[in-house]
C-alpha cells in the first residue's frame, strides 16, 4: 500500500465524517467566494478562449480521486450526479452572456449569476447534510465532485460557443 493511500485510510478511518462535512463546505463557501470575485473581475477584461476552455480543463486533474477507493463512486450515482449537473449547468448557460466593447469582447456583470451561486452553495449544503446519513463521505464527495464537473464543463462549452459567434459575427 503506498504512502498517500495509508495517509487516505488514516483520514477516513480517525477523522468523524461530521468534521469533514464541515471542512468540506467551508472550503466550498471559500471556493464559490473565489469564483464570484474571479468573475467580477474578470468582467473588467476582455475575455479570451484560453480563460473560457482552461477551468475545466485545471479541474479535471481532480479526477485523481478517483484512484483512491474511499472516493469510488457506483455508476448510477455518477449518472444521478451527472444529470443533476447537466442541469445546474443550464442556468449558468442561459445567464452567463458577453458584450462587444471596442476593446474586445466581454464578459457581462450579472446579478443573477450570484443568486444562481448562492441557491447552488445551499443546495449542495442541504444535500451534503441529508445524504451523508446514508452514503460515506468519501464517495459523496466523489459524487459532488462529478457534479460540479458536469456542471462547469457544459458551461464552458456553452460559453466557448456563445464567444465564438459573437467573434465570427464582429469579423
Do not use: C, H
Not at 14 to 30: A, Y
Not at 134 to 163: C, H, N, Q
Request: aromatic fraction near 14%.
Amino acid at each position: 500500500m503506498s504512502k498517500l493511500q495509508e495517509w487516505v485510510d488514516y483520514i477516513f478511518n480517525n477523522i468523524p465524517p461530521v468534521f469533514l462535512i464541515i471542512v468540506s463546505t467551508v472550503v466550498f463557501i471559500v471556493m464559490t467566494t473565489i469564483v464570484y470575485t474571479m468573475r467580477a473581475k474578470a468582467s473588467n477584461k476582455p475575455i479570451q478562449v484560453k480563460k473560457i476552455i482552461l477551468p475545466p480543463l485545471f479541474m479535471s486533474t481532480g479526477m485523481l480521486m478517483f484512484l483512491f477507493d474511499e472516493f469510488q463512486v457506483p455508476w448510477i450515482q455518477v449518472l444521478e450526479a451527472s444529470l443533476v449537473g447537466l442541469v445546474f449547468s443550464t442556468f449558468l448557460i442561459k445567464t452567463t452572456t458577453f458584450e462587444l466593447k471596442q476593446e474586445g469582447i466581454y464578459l457581462k456583470k450579472s446579478k443573477v449569476f450570484f443568486i444562481i451561486l448562492f441557491s447552488l452553495l445551499i443546495v449542495r449544503m442541504v444535500g451534503k447534510i441529508i445524504l451523508s446519513n446514508t452514503i460515506d463521505v468519501g464517495e459523496l464527495g466523489g459524487m459532488f465532485f462529478i457534479l460540479a464537473f458536469s456542471m462547469i464543463l457544459p458551461w464552458r462549452v456553452g460559453m466557448l460557443v456563445k464567444y465564438k459567434k459573437l467573434e465570427k459575427s464582429v469579423k
